[in-house]
């Protein structure tokens, strides 16, 4: 078995809130869609006709019903498609893994299993995890089981995924990990900041 202190190279550090932060930011930017849009006055549809004559009526000018200005009209820089994700730095990212978890190690929530197996049925795995004394927690293997991920999808407040699924959002929202013994050598690899 490859030591606790192996995986967490960067436990000795302070706990950063604002990198952790960053890294959230980061992930949580990538997810976004980006498709919100609103109409400018040429996309709405009609509006061809001058709605009113040049002088004489008193009011400002107008050549479209569909101005920024009228009732129905377009919207003056609204937000169109875009994507909101940035480039973080490989060093921020693997920093902020790293004091994710030597975070859950100094509070007693990262565990260390054999191996994760399941018979594919949802109150089998609840009933084991209770019996461990999670009520909400990562849980992550080297590779996937099908049946352990048939079985872990039912679970709402658990959620089960290989080294390469591992972030910073699901372990600060979850609180807690459950790594296997085989998965500690890539989260060692995942986390050294020489790499960067």
């Given at each position: 078995m490859v030591p606790l202190s192996l995986l967490l190279t960067c436990s000795k550090l302070l706990l950063k809130k604002e990198v952790l932060h960053t890294v959230v930011q980061?992930?949580?930017?990538?997810?976004r869609q980006g498709t919100h849009m609103t109409k400018t006055k040429g996309l709405v549809s009609g509006g061809g006709k001058k709605p009113f004559k040049q002088k004489g009526t008193g009011g400002a000018r107008q050549g479209s019903s569909r101005s920024i200005l009228m009732p129905g009209g377009g919207t003056a820089f609204?937000?169109?498609?875009?994507?909101?994700?940035?480039?973080?730095?490989?060093?921020?990212?693997r920093l902020g893994l790293s004091m994710a978890l030597s975070h859950l190690q100094k509070e007693g929530k990262l565990f260390i299993v054999d191996s994760m197996a399941s018979e594919g049925k949802t109150a089998e795995l609840n009933k084991r995890l209770q019996a461990f004394g999670l009520k909400k927690a990562v849980l992550v293997d080297s590779v996937v089981d099908d049946k352990f991920n048939r079985a872990s999808k039912n679970l709402p407040t658990f959620k089960y995924f290989p080294v390469e699924g591992l972030n910073v959002f699901d372990l600060l929202k979850y609180d807690a990990a459950v790594?296997?013994?085989?998965?500690?050598?890539?989260?060692?690899?995942?986390?050294?900041l020489e790499k960067a």
């Open positions: 980061w992930q949580l930017a990538a997810r609204g937000p169109q498609p875009r994507s909101y994700a940035f480039v973080l730095p490989k060093k921020v990212r790594i296997t013994k085989d998965s500690v050598a890539k989260i060692v690899d995942r986390c050294s």
